[in-house]
């Protein structure tokens, strides 16, 4: 198991804190230049002929194994800005997201604002650039028979392609569907990375698991994420976690304080499913409406008590067994 404490010292020993991102959905503008740096940067090959969807303005459709950052397009009608605000509203009123100082309750974090909503548009784009969670508890690495997916120095999770055998044990074990292997093959070593300007890559790591690995080669000499790093808007943010985190709820703060309500945290919660993720996103709805799960849960979170309850049952097996044979003996 790859259980984290949900203390940041887990880490001290390695020398690194704890990476992620904020993806701060409120100012990004759908303009995918995370998408494309991703794919020029780790050359994943493209996964679509570049035509627009029937459902949305987009062409890539979900992340994948060859799109390891996605933005998704999702149209909102004033009923449906109303309904996300008064969900939000219900939100603030119990408590949650909390935002501001531990110990300090919503309702005195924003003593004083004006959180009178503003007028409701008629028409708004939740644009939203989606990737890997980088879990705290990651289902995938929990359950790969090969220890090809592995915890980096950094907190993140990394797929290494010359281990994995393409199982595809990790996808089912993702509660996100993040993880997938690339296209129906064989697996196959990792080449040496090339490039030619304006020229797709050859496709690489067929049957291999793949996914985004926050840019671990970046990252190592002390760079910043090819996403986070294009990103126009600074919709995408690097850091350190508990700093993003931080970030994350102070921006939320300021939203309510302008009559937002809609606005809240997903993946900063350390006590939910996951135990917390590595990738903290501001959201402007319910996390069902941008293709998220409400309450992720690791796979492997039950595991201890069900072989607990195995051992139970199979020592009542065993024991009812032993009666049986007893009392054909002495009949």
């Known amino acids: 198991m790859n259980r984290l404490t949900e ?7 390695t020398g690194h804190p704890r990476k992620g ?11 995918k230049a995370c998408e494309v740096a991703c794919k020029e940067w780790n050359r994943n090959p493209h996964d679509s002929e570049y035509e627009l969807l029937e459902s949305s303005y987009d062409n890539t459709g ?15 009608d004033r009923e449906q800005i109303g309904r996300a605000r008064e969900s939000g509203r219900a939100l603030v009123s119990l408590g949650m997201p909390s935002v501001g100082p531990p110990g300090q309750d919503q309702a005195s974090n924003l003593a004083g604002a004006d959180t009178t909503p503003p007028d ?7 644009m939203s ?12 690495l929990d359950v790969c028979p090969t220890g090809a997916l592995f915890r980096t120095e950094h907190g993140t999770v990394v797929v290494q392609d010359d281990v994995c055998n393409g199982c595809g044990t990790c996808v089912a074990g993702c509660p996100f569907g993040v993880i997938e292997r690339r296209r129906d093959g064989t697996a196959g070593p990792k080449t040496e990375r090339d490039f030619t300007p304006g020229e797709q890559a050859p496709t690489h790591n067929v049957g291999v698991a793949q996914k985004c690995t926050l840019c671990y080669d970046r990252i190592v000499d002390g760079q910043t994420p090819a996403c986070a790093q294009t990103c126009p808007t600074t919709s995408i943010k690097y850091g350190e976690r508990e700093d993003m985190v931080a970030t994350a709820r102070e921006r939320v703060a300021e939203l309510h304080a302008q009559g937002l309500t809609e606005a809240r945290l997903y993946g900063a ?11 903290v996103f501001l959201l402007l709805d319910e996390p069902e409406v941008y293709g998220l799960p409400p309450d992720p849960r690791v796979p492997t979170a039950d595991l201890p008590r069900m072989f607990k309850r195995a051992g139970i049952a199979a020592a009542g ?3 009812a067994a032993t009666a049986a044979f007893l009392a054909g003996g002495r009949a």
């Open 7 to 13: 203390s940041p010292d887990h880490f001290r020993h």
């Open 21 to 31: 991102f904020f993806t701060d959905t409120s100012i990004c503008i759908g303009c």
């Open 62 to 76: 979900s992340l994948g194994a060859d799109t390891w950052r996605h933005v998704a397009f999702i149209e909102q």
């Open 120 to 126: 409701t548009p008629d028409f708004r784009w939740l």
């Open 129 to 140: 650039s989606d990737v890997c969670k980088h879990c705290t508890n990651a289902g995938c």
């Open 269 to 279: 919660n350390d006590s939910d499913g996951v135990g917390g993720t590595g990738s």
């Open 317 to 319: 097996m065993l024991a």
